[in-house]
């Protein structure tokens, strides 16, 4: 329904969607006047999503995203309420293709811009990527290449941990941890050891 739903939006040419679908909302009971209109004003953001970042969440395929793209190349930086490019949204899905990587780190798309770029958690998608359980085969390479300076930079979930740190906690992993993420990451920035050791 949400996916069928989606793709008319893009033949329509809709810019936005109403997730309304996609994203679960709690509704509160307002204390009053101020905090009622609050409220609307948070649930009508959070009903419109870009086209190009629907169809992602979506699992929509890189076929697809490349049309929307076509028609709304603006939205390939632009972020969701959450501060999600649709670089951050793919990143954090375990499912997503890896061909995706490819159209929206594109030089006509978003290049390494996109790959630099924090959501309002204060993660890259190198960050989401490696929590959400990609391993370095799997689109976290393809990451680490573009923007190699995000190796060196922590996290933003409050826990300060490098990718390679976070790649080596269980509870970030669908399954083992996988060594070769954890080794490759660490390779591609083995000055990051000398930060957190400097006596080595």
């Known amino acids: 329904m949400v996916v069928k739903a989606t793709y008319q939006a ?37 009903q419109s999503i870009p086209l190009v970042h629907a169809i992602i969440e979506c699992g929509g395929n890189p076929h697809i995203v490349k049309k929307a793209l076509s028609f709304h190349p603006n939205q390939i930086l632009e972020k969701d309420v959450r ?56 689109g976290v390479d393809i990451l680490a290449e573009v923007a190699p300076e995000s190796i060196a930079i922590l996290d933003g979930d409050y826990t300060d941990m490098y990718p390679f740190m976070i790649a080596a906690i269980p509870k970030y992993r669908w399954d083992n941890t996988c060594l070769n993420t954890i080794y490759s990451l660490f390779k591609m920035a083995p000055h990051v050891l000398r930060d957190l050791c400097p006596e080595l």
Do not use: C, W
């Open 10 to 46: 893009l033949l329509q040419h809709d810019s936005t969607y109403d997730t309304t679908t996609i994203y679960n909302h709690t509704t509160t009971t307002p204390t009053d006047e101020s905090s009622h209109e609050d409220e609307e004003e948070e649930q009508q953001t959070e």
């Open 83 to 138: 501060g999600r490019t649709p670089l951050s949204i793919a990143a954090a899905k375990v499912n997503t293709q890896p061909g995706m990587f490819n159209l929206l780190l594109a030089k006509d798309y978003g290049g390494r811009t996109a790959a630099t770029i924090k959501d309002h958690t204060g993660n890259l998608p190198l960050h989401l990527a490696v929590k959400n359980g990609r391993t370095f085969r799997n």
